[in-house]
C-alpha cells in the first residue's frame, strides 16, 4: 500500500515538475516538442560553435548572423572550430540533407546539439535566442537542458504593412522584417500603392513617384472629424531600395508579396497618369481616407500600363506571387463609360461585377505567362474567380471558405481577428484607431480553418497573416506598438501544434517577453495590464454592480501579489476585490499594481445616474441583430471613436421606444445621443419625437425643440422640458431616408445608431 502511495506521490511530483520546467521554456512561438531534462547549459565567451557537414556553407551564413546579434546585444563573439576533440561547453550543428523550417535543439549540460539547415538553423538560433536572454545574469546564459524538435503548422504565416497611408523608411522596414523573422513568420505582404500614395519607383511611368508618391496634405484626428492639415506629404523607395530589402528579407528567410492595387484605390495613379481614368478628372493623390470613385479604366492603354507596371515589380521581387488588391472598387464610372460598356457587350459579361473578374483574369494571364501567380482580396470572387488565383479572405471567413471549396489556395485574414489597426483595448486607454477590438487574446484563439471546411477542402488553406493599415498609424513606433505583441500571438497560432496551446502559458510567456524586446528597442504595447469594467444591473436586486476584469487575472496568468486598484484624482483608495454595488453616479479610475508599481494604463469608468437609468424600455422593432449588444438606461454613454457593443442600431427602420420610469415625477430634461458617420451609411435621424404620459393611454407631445451639441460625430439632443410630469415616455426617432446619389452607399438604406437616454 504504502509503495502504491509512494508512486502515485512520485507520478504527481513529476507530473508538477514537468509543467514547472516548460514554464521555464520561454520561447514564442511556442515549440511543437519540448522535453525537459535536468540541468542547465552555460554559454559564454569560452563557448565555441562547431559546423558538421555544412558542405554549400548553408549554414555558415546562419552562424554569422547569430554571431552578430550576440555582438550586438552583449558584446562578445563566439568562436568557430572545426576541432571535434574538444566536446565541451560547445555549440554543435549538424547539416541536415534538405533545407526546411525543421529543426532539433538538445540542450545538455555539455552542450548544445542542433540538427538542421539553412531556414530551419535560423529557426533554431530564434529559439535559442530567447532562451539565453531569459536565462541570462550578466554575460552568462544558464540555459535548461531540454529536447525540442520543432516544424512549422502552417506554410504562409504573414505579416502586412501598408506604406501608402503613411511612409516608413527604409530602415524600419527591415526592422519589421527582423521582428518577421523572430516570430518564425516567413512572409511580409508589402501594401505599396493606393489612393493616398504611390511608393515604388516605375522607370517607364516616372510621374507615378514624381507626382503620385505625394499629397498636399492629409486627415488629422478620426475621419468622423473631417479635419485636415496642408503639408505636402510623401516618399517612395527607388528600386535600388527595394533589391536592398528584398536582399535583406531573403537573408531572413523571409519572402516579400508586393501589392499594386488594381482596380480600385487608384486615385495616385490617375493623378500622374489620368489617360488611365473613365474620366477627365482632375485628380489628386487622396489626402482623406476611403474609397473612390475612379477607379482604372479597362481599356487597352491601362492594361498595357499595367503590364508595364508588373513587368518592372516582377523583375524586383522573386517570390512566386504578386498581389493585385482587387477590394473596394466602384462600379459606377464604369457604368456611365462607353469604353466599359461596349467591353462588356464584347466579351458577353452580365454586369460590372463580371468586368472586374474579367479585369483580373486578364493580369492573371499576364502574371501566369511570366512565371507569377495572382493573390487578391476576396472581392476578386465576384464576378468569378481566376482560373489560379489565391484569395485572401479579410471580410470575415466567408470568402476563403468559398475559394477553398473551389479548389483555390487561401490566406485567412478576417478583420475580425486579423486587423492590427483596431484597438486592442478600450479606446480611452489606446492610441486613435480606425475603430474595432481585436486584444491579443483573441487573436490568440484565432483558427485559420474553419470547421465548414472538411479534411481535403483544409488543404487550400495556406495559412493566415494580419494587416497593418496605417491611416492612423503616422509613425514606425506606432506600428510596433499596433502590432506587437499581437504578432506574437498570431505567431503562435500559425505555428505551434493547437494541442500545444494555452493562453495561460502564452500570457506568461509574453510578460517575460517583453524584456526580449526591451533589446530591440520596441515599443510594443502593453494593454494586457489594462483593466476592462462591465456595469450590469442585477436582476435579483435590480442593483448595478461594476464589475473589475483583466485578461491575466481572468487566465491566471498574474504574479503573485498583483492587484486591480481603484484611484480618485490619482490617490489609490481601495483594492478591487469583489463587484461593486452602484447606486449614485460617480467617476474613477481603475488600474492593474505589481509591487506596488502600476502597469498599463488607467481606465476611466463613469457613470451617471439619473431617473432612466435601469428602467425598462422596449422597441415597436428590434434593433440590427448586428448592433444589438448596447443599452440605452444603463448609465454609460458610448465612447468616441465607435465601439459596436455600446450602441443600438436600425438600418432603415424608426426606432420608436417606450420606457417606464416606475413612478410619476417631475422632469427636468431629457437627454438622447446620436451618431454621424456619413463614411460608413449612419445618419442622423431626420425627426425626433418625444410623447409623456402618466397613465400610458392619453400621451403628451413635448414639443420643445432640442438644443444639438456634437463631438468627434456624437450628437446630443438636449430637450428643457420645464417641470413636466410622467412616468411614461415613448420616443421615435425617425431614420433618415435612402442614402443620396454621390455619398458612400448611395441609394442604400440609412442606419440609425442610438446612445444612452438620459431624464432628469
Not at 247 to 256: D, E, P, R, S
Not at 314 to 321: D, I, Q, R, S
Not at 558 to 563: A, K, N, R, T, V
Given at each position: 500500500m504504502k509503495t502504491i502511495q509512494f508512486t502515485i506521490l512520485f507520478c504527481i511530483f513529476m507530473f508538477i515538475h514537468k509543467v514547472n520546467c516548460k514554464a521555464q521554456v520561454n520561447i514564442i512561438p511556442y515549440p511543437a516538442s519540448v522535453d525537459i531534462m535536468h540541468g542547465a547549459f552555460k554559454l559564454d565567451k569560452s563557448t565555441s560553435i562547431v559546423l558538421i557537414d555544412d558542405i554549400l556553407n548553408i549554414n555558415q551564413l546562419e552562424v554569422e548572423q547569430f554571431n552578430l546579434w550576440i555582438l550586438q546585444h552583449y558584446g562578445f563573439k563566439l568562436n568557430q572550430t572545426n576541432n571535434l576533440k574538444d566536446n565541451q561547453n560547445i555549440i554543435q550543428i549538424r547539416s541536415e540533407k534538405t533545407e526546411t523550417e525543421k529543426y532539433e535543439l538538445n540542450i545538455q549540460g555539455n552542450k548544445i546539439a542542433i540538427k538542421a539547415s539553412g531556414e530551419g538553423l535560423k529557426n533554431a538560433f530564434e529559439s535559442l535566442k530567447q532562451l539565453m536572454h531569459a536565462n541570462k545574469k550578466e554575460n552568462v546564459f544558464s540555459i535548461p537542458a531540454c529536447f525540442i524538435i520543432d516544424s512549422a503548422g502552417f506554410q504562409w504565416r504573414g505579416m502586412h504593412l501598408d506604406v501608402s497611408r503613411h511612409f516608413y523608411d527604409k530602415a524600419f522596414v527591415k526592422k519589421y522584417i527582423d521582428y518577421i523573422s523572430m516570430y518564425k513568420m516567413n512572409v511580409f505582404h508589402w501594401h505599396l500603392t493606393d489612393d493616398q500614395g504611390w511608393r515604388i519607383e516605375i522607370k517607364k511611368h516616372p510621374k507615378l513617384?514624381?507626382?503620385?508618391?505625394?499629397?498636399?496634405?492629409?486627415?488629422?484626428?478620426?475621419?468622423?472629424?473631417?479635419?485636415?492639415?496642408?503639408?505636402?506629404?510623401?516618399?517612395?523607395?527607388?528600386?535600388?531600395?527595394?533589391?536592398?530589402?528584398?536582399?535583406?528579407?531573403?537573408?531572413?528567410?523571409?519572402?516579400?508579396?508586393?501589392?499594386?492595387?488594381?482596380?480600385?484605390?487608384?486615385?495616385?495613379?490617375?493623378?500622374?497618369?489620368?489617360?488611365?481614368?473613365?474620366?477627365?478628372?482632375?485628380?489628386?493623390?487622396?489626402?482623406?481616407?476611403?474609397?473612390?470613385?475612379?477607379?482604372?479604366?479597362?481599356?487597352?492603354?491601362?492594361?498595357?500600363?499595367?503590364?508595364?507596371?508588373?513587368?518592372?515589380?516582377?523583375?524586383?521581387?522573386?517570390?512566386?506571387?504578386?498581389?493585385?488588391?482587387?477590394?473596394?472598387?466602384?462600379?459606377?464610372?464604369?457604368?456611365?463609360?462607353s469604353n466599359c460598356q461596349n467591353l462588356i457587350k464584347k466579351e458577353a459579361l452580365k454586369d460590372e461585377h463580371e468586368l472586374q473578374s474579367y479585369f483580373i483574369q486578364r493580369i492573371e494571364k499576364f502574371l501566369n505567362k511570366n512565371n507569377k501567380k495572382l493573390i487578391g482580396w476576396d472581392e476578386i470572387l465576384e464576378g468569378g474567380l481566376a482560373q489560379n488565383a489565391a484569395v485572401m479572405s479579410w471580410r470575415g471567413t466567408e470568402g476563403g471558405i468559398a475559394a477553398a471549396k473551389q479548389n483555390h489556395f487561401v490566406v485567412m485574414t478576417p478583420g475580425t481577428h486579423c486587423y492590427f489597426d483596431h484597438y486592442q483595448g478600450h479606446p480611452t486607454m489606446e492610441p486613435l484607431a480606425i475603430g474595432g477590438f481585436t486584444p491579443l487574446e483573441k487573436v490568440y484563439n484565432f483558427n485559420p480553418i474553419p470547421s465548414e471546411l472538411n479534411a481535403l477542402e483544409s488543404k487550400y488553406i495556406l495559412g493566415a497573416q494580419a494587416n497593418v493599415w496605417t491611416e492612423y498609424i503616422n509613425t514606425s513606433k506606432e506600428v510596433e506598438y499596433f502590432a506587437i505583441p499581437r504578432m506574437a500571438a498570431l505567431a503562435e497560432v500559425l505555428w505551434t501544434p493547437i494541442e500545444n496551446k494555452n493562453l495561460t502559458r502564452f500570457l506568461n510567456n509574453i510578460q517575460s517577453h517583453f524584456s526580449y524586446l526591451d533589446l530591440y528597442q520596441t515599443n510594443y504595447a502593453p494593454s494586457i495590464y489594462n483593466i476592462n469594467y462591465e456595469i450590469k444591473k442585477d436582476s435579483l436586486s435590480n442593483q448595478f454592480n461594476l464589475k473589475l476584469s483583466n485578461?491575466?487575472?481572468?487566465?491566471?496568468?498574474?504574479?503573485?501579489?498583483?492587484?486591480?486598484?481603484?484611484?480618485?484624482?490619482?490617490?489609490k483608495i481601495e483594492f478591487y476585490k469583489s463587484p461593486i454595488v452602484l447606486n449614485k453616479s460617480f467617476q474613477l479610475n481603475a488600474q492593474y499594481q505589481r509591487n506596488n508599481k502600476l502597469l498599463g494604463k488607467a481606465c476611466p469608468i463613469v457613470f451617471s445616474f439619473n431617473k432612466a437609468t435601469g428602467k425598462n424600455i422596449s422597441f415597436k422593432e428590434a434593433p440590427s441583430k448586428f448592433y444589438n449588444k448596447g443599452n440605452l438606461t444603463d448609465g454609460q454613454k458610448a465612447h468616441f471613436p465607435r465601439i459596436n457593443n455600446e450602441w443600438l442600431a436600425w438600418s432603415g427602420q424608426n426606432m420608436e421606444a417606450s420606457l417606464n420610469l416606475n413612478d410619476a415625477s417631475f422632469i427636468e430634461s431629457i437627454d438622447l445621443g446620436f451618431l454621424k458617420n456619413e463614411q460608413d451609411w449612419i445618419y442622423l435621424p431626420s425627426q425626433v419625437e418625444i410623447f409623456i404620459s402618466l397613465d400610458n393611454i392619453h400621451f403628451v407631445k413635448v414639443d420643445t425643440q432640442p438644443s444639438i451639441s456634437e463631438i468627434n460625430g456624437k450628437y446630443n439632443y438636449h430637450y428643457a422640458v420645464n417641470k413636466l410630469k410622467a412616468q411614461y415616455i415613448n420616443i421615435t426617432a425617425t431614420c433618415a431616408p435612402n442614402i443620396a446619389t454621390g455619398k458612400p452607399g448611395e441609394g442604400e438604406s440609412a442606419w440609425l445608431f442610438v446612445d444612452e437616454i438620459e431624464i432628469k
Open positions: 513617384t514624381e507626382i503620385g508618391a505625394w499629397r498636399k496634405g492629409s486627415m488629422i484626428g478620426h475621419y468622423n472629424q473631417h479635419q485636415f492639415d496642408t503639408l505636402r506629404y510623401g516618399g517612395f523607395y527607388t528600386q535600388d531600395d527595394i533589391k536592398e530589402i528584398v536582399a535583406y528579407a531573403k537573408l531572413k528567410h523571409v519572402t516579400i508579396v508586393p501589392e499594386i492595387e488594381m482596380p480600385g484605390h487608384a486615385m495616385a495613379a490617375l493623378s500622374a497618369y489620368p489617360q488611365l481614368a473613365c474620366t477627365s478628372g482632375p485628380f489628386e493623390v487622396e489626402k482623406q481616407w476611403g474609397v473612390f470613385d475612379d477607379v482604372f479604366c479597362p481599356k487597352p492603354e491601362t492594361f498595357q500600363f499595367l503590364e508595364d507596371v508588373l513587368t518592372e515589380v516582377m523583375a524586383l521581387f522573386p517570390g512566386e506571387y504578386i498581389h493585385v488588391g482587387g477590394d473596394e472598387c466602384p462600379k459606377e464610372r464604369w457604368k456611365n463609360c485578461v491575466l487575472f481572468d487566465n491566471n496568468a498574474q504574479m503573485p501579489g498583483d492587484s486591480i486598484v481603484l484611484l480618485k484624482d490619482n490617490n
